[in-house]
């Protein structure tokens, strides 16, 4: 398995297939960096050199932001928008969607499993 920016990549798949591993490397980014490296992206990581694969990791650093700068900067990112009291931090905050999705029904994934609440007591009940 060839390791680039840390990260253990798949060495039976296409090359850029694997690139999609890294953390912040999607489809378009990884024929990108294919055709920057000038190597096959429909080659498999396997058949690479080691020269192929030290291009690939020097177009990753002089052009990429991936794996943990990245991650770094996502989380830096929503740390200035809850320090900001902004409505999206607010939101971060309670851990509920920021994007503008409904939440009286779904939103399962940003609250959690359902916490039942009981239920008020009716009014034919109190007699």
């Known amino acids: 398995m060839p390791r680039i920016a840390g990260v253990d990549v798949p060495a039976d798949k296409t090359t850029w297939s694997a690139l999609t591993y890294i953390y912040g490397v999607g489809r ?3 024929f990108q960096i294919c055709k920057e490296a000038e190597i096959d992206p429909n080659g498999r990581m396997k058949s690479l050199s080691e020269d192929e694969i030290g291009r690939i990791a020097a177009v990753l650093d002089r052009s ?5 700068a990245l991650r770094r900067q996502v989380m830096q ?3 200035r928008l809850r320090d900001i009291q902004c409505y999206r931090g607010g939101r ?3 851990g509920l969607p920021v994007r503008g999705q409904r939440t009286r029904t779904n939103a399962r994934t940003r ?3 359902r916490k039942t609440v009981a239920g008020k007591k009716g009014v034919k009940d109190m007699r």
């Open 28 to 30: 378009t980014s990884a």
């Open 64 to 68: 990429f932001v991936v794996e943990g």
């Open 77 to 79: 990112n929503i740390a």
């Open 92 to 94: 971060h905050r309670r």
């Open 111 to 113: 609250k959690g499993p």
